[in-house]
């Protein structure tokens, strides 16, 4: 069993705050999502690393301009700096803790052998140190509030500037670094400070709506760029261009303008859409030799050609934990759905993924296809449907409360909750049956149905003509408390019981224990899927485990350890010797199986 590839996650924002991405000089981009860092090329997207070093929501992360180290800050206020060219594992270099609060921004100099930080704290609000001693080289003293930006001149001789929430622009001479004056032109915060690649300037932004250019070796301001064309709301983000002549700004007014930094005109205006949302805000931008990429707030990157208004490419994905997976038996694609009540849609298993429009109002929970629609409930007690050829999410109607799975056989739509089972053809209910107890688990396959919570087990079979249920002799008995996950097998023959870490198999319909404990779990077991011959069990959970089983070599079981950072929520297959997983940080990783 091996990695074949990773859906990384998209980016954390937060709403009228920049969100930071950087690039280094062999084009991969570098940004934070969930605890962890994410690494991908802007050429090949599907060319991804993880780095999962934090325990708290990472905030910010800088490439050294060497490529060989990153530095990653986080809510707590922890730096890590580590390295990214050893391909065993990520060497930690350097662990540091200045402030009691997010980390907000990070520069490094030129030379790779400094490092900046700002955020939020108590005592101290910025700091800069050697970057693999972590002596300090400098105060960094002047703000009264949370500093949100910083950067480093990058030619000699050194300057550090610095910009927050007290609307002030500091300017530092150093090393080692001292505060030389202030500037106090802005209303309103500023949101980002950037050098020009020659260091001949500096320009801030903020939410007062300006540009304002300041002389890079004495921090002298110089004029504010006037424009009918500019920004109608807070500016978060500016990047410059290779050369230094221009420079791309984005905003809460859902775009980004590309400026001519000489005379001030706008260039360029960039729309994501023709009608766009609040999740088109737009929270950063980096320029990179292979585009101009602004993250939105829904976390999406788009890629910008300076000719084209619109995106030439769009990456969509996840940020929010992935509930569910299902693989598209029609077709070389697979859907994924979060706790956002999103839905993916993944084509070709190349990346090239599209959002299904529209959401729900609660988190989906579970997803099957159709062959011409994907099904999905939510935590609002809805079924829902997508249509394959429009693409748009129903409303939705109303089904069993508390709904615990879905599944779909031969055409028939059953969904199972926590007090009843129902049946459904379309939309249209045919069958709803009631369950003596509160089922905390679900599973359909072969034509049988089965829930179960406690110590007991319901089986059913399926009537698809009427889409009745009709019982199947008494509840099984367990011989171990805490059903937590079923599973049944596609000739009907198996049926996989955990309860807590432990999964139990029974034939069926003797209902036989052939299997009493495969106990290699290290955690709960979240969710079970069968391969296609019956004889193999893929299973994953709270542990860090993900587990492929032999039914005829009881013994026999392969461990992959670290597949999810947290471990995974739901596993499914999606083919013969393929399975999907999903996890809490919004990543889906793709494996290849080895029966």
């Not at 060989?68 to 050893?86: E, F, H, R, V």
Request: net charge negative; hydrophobic share 35%; proline share 5%.
């Amino acid at each position: 069993m091996s990695l074949k590839s990773i859906y990384a996650p998209l980016p954390n924002t937060v709403r009228a705050e920049p969100c930071r991405i950087s690039c280094n000089r062999d084009g991969r981009m570098v940004y934070c999502s969930g605890s962890n860092v994410v690494m991908r090329y802007i050429d090949n997207p599907m060319n991804v690393e993880v780095y999962g070093g934090h325990t708290a929501t990472t905030t910010c992360a800088k490439w050294a301009p060497s490529g060989a180290y990153i530095c990653s800050g986080d809510s707590t206020g922890k730096i890590l700096m580590w390295d990214t060219l050893n391909e065993e594992g990520r060497i930690l270099k350097l662990e540091r803790k200045t402030f009691n609060g997010p980390v907000t921004d990070i520069a490094w100099t030129s030379d790779s052998q400094r490092i900046a930080t700002v955020g939020q704290g108590t005592n101290c609000l910025a700091d800069v140190f050697i970057w693999n001693t972590g002596a300090s080289i400098g105060s960094i003293s002047g703000h009264t509030r949370r500093v949100l930006t910083c950067d480093f001149r990058p030619t000699r001789p050194f300057r550090l500037v610095t910009g927050g929430e007290d609307n002030l622009v500091n300017f530092y001479q150093g090393p080692p670094f001292r505060f030389k004056h202030s500037y106090n032109g802005h209303s309103r915060y500023v949101n980002t400070i950037r050098y020009s690649p020659d260091g001949a300037r500096y320009a801030s932004v903020g939410s007062d709506k300006t540009i304002r250019l300041f002389e890079g070796k004495t921090g002298e301001f110089q004029h504010c760029i006037e424009s009918p064309d500019m920004h109608k709301v807070s500016i978060y983000d500016l990047c410059w261009s290779p050369d230094g002549t221009q420079a791309v700004t984005c905003s809460g007014d859902k775009t980004c303008k590309m400026w001519d930094m000489n005379t001030g005109q706008c260039l360029q205006t960039f729309t994501p859409c023709e009608q766009p949302t609040v999740n088109d805000m737009q929270q950063g931008v980096i320029w990179t030799p292979q585009a101009i990429i602004s993250v939105s707030l829904d976390g999406s990157f788009n890629f910008w050609d300076p000719t084209m208004q619109g995106p030439r490419h769009v990456i969509h994905g996840h940020h929010s934990p992935v509930n569910a997976v299902v693989h598209d038996m029609t077709a070389p694609r697979f859907y994924s759905a979060d706790h956002q009540g999103n839905i993916r849609a993944f084509g070709d298993y190349t990346g090239n993924e599209e959002p299904i429009v529209g959401h729900t109002q609660a988190p989906i929970t579970h997803l099957a296809t159709t062959g011409d629609a994907v099904a999905a409930v939510s935590l609002d007690s809805k079924l829902h449907y997508a249509p394959l050829d429009t693409n748009q999410l129903g409303a939705g109607i109303d089904t069993v409360t508390h709904p615990n799975g879905i599944a779909v056989l031969n055409g028939l739509t059953i969904v199972g909750g926590e007090r009843a089972i129902a049946t459904y053809r379309d939309e249209d209910k045919l069958h709803e049956v009631a369950l003596p107890f509160d089922s905390v688990c679900f599973a359909a396959n072969g034509g049988r149905v089965a829930v179960g919570q406690g110590n007991k087990v319901m089986l059913f079979t399926v009537n698809f003509d009427n889409g009745e249920l009709v019982q199947e002799g008494d509840m099984l008995t367990t011989e171990q408390p805490g059903v937590c996950c079923l599973g049944l097998s596609p000739d009907g023959r198996y049926l996989a019981v955990a309860m807590g870490k432990n999964i139990s198999l029974y034939t069926l319909p003797e209902r036989e224990c052939v299997i009493r404990t495969w106990q290699f779990h290290d955690g709960t077991v979240h969710s079970m899927d069968w391969a296609s011959d019956s004889k193999h069990l893929v299973s994953c959970g709270n542990g860090p485990n993900l587990i492929l089983w032999d039914v005829e070599q009881h013994l026999k079981c392969t461990r992959i350890p670290h597949q999810h950072k947290g471990g995974a929520k739901c596993v499914r297959m999606a083919g013969d010797n393929v399975c999907l997983t999903a996890g809490p940080h919004g990543m889906i990783h793709h494996w290849d199986l080895e029966f």
